[in-house]
Each structure stands twice: as structure tokens, then as C-alpha cells.
């Protein structure tokens, strides 16, 4: 038997490094536990700490989608604003241009019936007849209106010159164009069905020349008969 198994001293040595040693494991198994723990802890902080930086990065990220998003709408309201103003700018302007041909289009019209007009004048053809008619009618009183146009006034001069030789009183005035104009021979009466016989007189004279006759009510406070020489009807 070995020596070592047979002395006290031995054993007494062996046991207590065996403490020792068993001391030492279970420090080193707590160190371990400990260690373990530790790091378990801090893993879970750093993985706390990930997670609330992507859920902050997450949360950014989305306001950034957000803030594009709200922008990308308001810019397409834009462009359809803005295309919405190029559409009636560009209706205006076909307007405008559809007015302008317009009114250059009445303008010809108007400027071809003026032609019109003054290519063939109107006159009294047999101006002794006509006195011989208005003749009875000595010392009847009109009030003879003319037209400022070049043509009328032509024919007023010729139908002012018989009424002048049949002695008619005549009180006579000029005037600019009327709106609407007025066309033909007009005599004012106090009752247009029934015109006194000196108006009929000046439709039978003058009517065939002037482009018509036309009677109408003899406008209030007015005594006098009153004569008109409008433009001449275009046809």
C-alpha cells in the first residue's frame, strides 16, 4: 500500500487541495453563470437597441413615404391645375379668334351692302309728276328727317327740291345713323291705318324710289307730319 494512503498528513493535504479544487470549480462554474448572464444581458440590450433603431429608421422611412406621397399629389393637382388654365386659355383664345372672324366677317358684310347700296343709287325719275301730285297739298307742314348717309342724302336733296316746288312748309333736320337703321321712307301720322291723304300723297310720290313705305304712329306732343328718308333697302 502506498505510503501516502497510510499517513494523515497525506490525506489531510489531498483532501484540502480536493476542497480547494472544488472551490475553485464552483467559482469558475459561477464565473461562467455569470458570465453567461452578462452577456445574455447585453445581447438583449443591443437587440432592444437594434430594434428600436430600425423601428426608428422604420418610422422615418415611412414619414419620408408620407411627406413624398403628399407631395407627388399636391404636384399632379398642380399639373392639373395648370393644365386645367392651359385648356381655357387655349378656349379663350379659340373665342377670341372665332370673335375676330366674326366680327371681320360682319365687317365685309357690312362693307359689300354699303357697296351695294351706293352702286346704284336711288333718285325720282319723273320729278314734274310728283309735283303735280304733292301740288294739291300746298301749304302742308312736314318735318323732314335725314339720315347722315352719302346715298340718302342724295335722294333727300331730289325729294326736297319737289316737295319745295309743290309748296309743302318743310322743317328740316339731319341726323346721324339710327340703331337699328332704318330703311325706305318712314312717315309718322296719328294713325298709321288711316293716313290723312297728304301721307298717302308722299307713299304715291316717293314710295316706288325710296325702297318702301312705311307708316307709323306719330310719337306724342307733335303736330306736324313727320318724314323720314332711311337708308336704302339691300336686297
Given at each position: 500500500m502506498p505510503a501516502w494512503l497510510t499517513s494523515v498528513e497525506s490525506l489531510n493535504k489531498i483532501y484540502n487541495c480536493a476542497q480547494l479544487l472544488g472551490i475553485a470549480f464552483a467559482l469558475a462554474t459561477a464565473i461562467c453563470a455569470l458570465a453567461g448572464f452578462l452577456a445574455s444581458v447585453r445581447i438583449s440590450s443591443l437587440h432592444a437597441k437594434n430594434e428600436g433603431r430600425l423601428r426608428e429608421r422604420l418610422s422615418t422611412a415611412?414619414?419620408?413615404?408620407?411627406?413624398?406621397?403628399?407631395?407627388?399629389?399636391?404636384?399632379?393637382k398642380a399639373q392639373a391645375e395648370l393644365e386645367k388654365r392651359a385648356q381655357t386659355a387655349e378656349q379663350k383664345a379659340e373665342s377670341a379668334i372665332a370673335q375676330a372672324a366674326e366680327?371681320?366677317?360682319?365687317?365685309?358684310?357690312?362693307?359689300?351692302?354699303?357697296?351695294?347700296?351706293?352702286?346704284a343709287p336711288?333718285?325720282?325719275?319723273?320729278?314734274?309728276?310728283?309735283?303735280?301730285?304733292?301740288?294739291?297739298?300746298?301749304?302742308?307742314?312736314?318735318q323732314v328727317r335725314i339720315?347722315?348717309?352719302?346715298?340718302?342724302?342724295?335722294?333727300?336733296?331730289?325729294?326736297?327740291?319737289?316737295l319745295e316746288a309743290s309748296g309743302w312748309k318743310l322743317n328740316i333736320s339731319i341726323t346721324g345713323m339710327t340703331s337699328p337703321p332704318l330703311y325706305g321712307l318712314i312717315i309718322s301720322v296719328p294713325n298709321p291705318d288711316i293716313p290723312p291723304p297728304a301721307a298717302r300723297a308722299l307713299a304715291v310720290a316717293f314710295g316706288e324710289h325710296t325702297g318702301g313705305v312705311h307708316f307709323r304712329a306719330q310719337p306724342i306732343g307733335k303736330d306736324n307730319m313727320e318724314m323720314v328718308i332711311g337708308l336704302k333697302p339691300v336686297r
Open positions: 415611412e414619414k419620408i413615404n408620407t411627406e413624398i406621397g403628399t407631395k407627388l399629389q399636391n404636384t399632379m366680327q371681320k366677317t360682319e365687317s365685309a358684310n357690312a362693307q359689300a351692302e354699303e357697296a351695294r347700296r351706293l352702286t336711288r333718285e325720282t325719275t319723273e320729278p314734274r309728276s310728283a309735283v303735280e301730285k304733292l301740288r294739291q297739298y300746298s301749304g302742308q307742314k312736314l339720315l347722315g348717309d352719302q346715298e340718302t342724302n342724295r335722294l333727300a336733296n331730289q325729294i326736297i327740291r319737289i
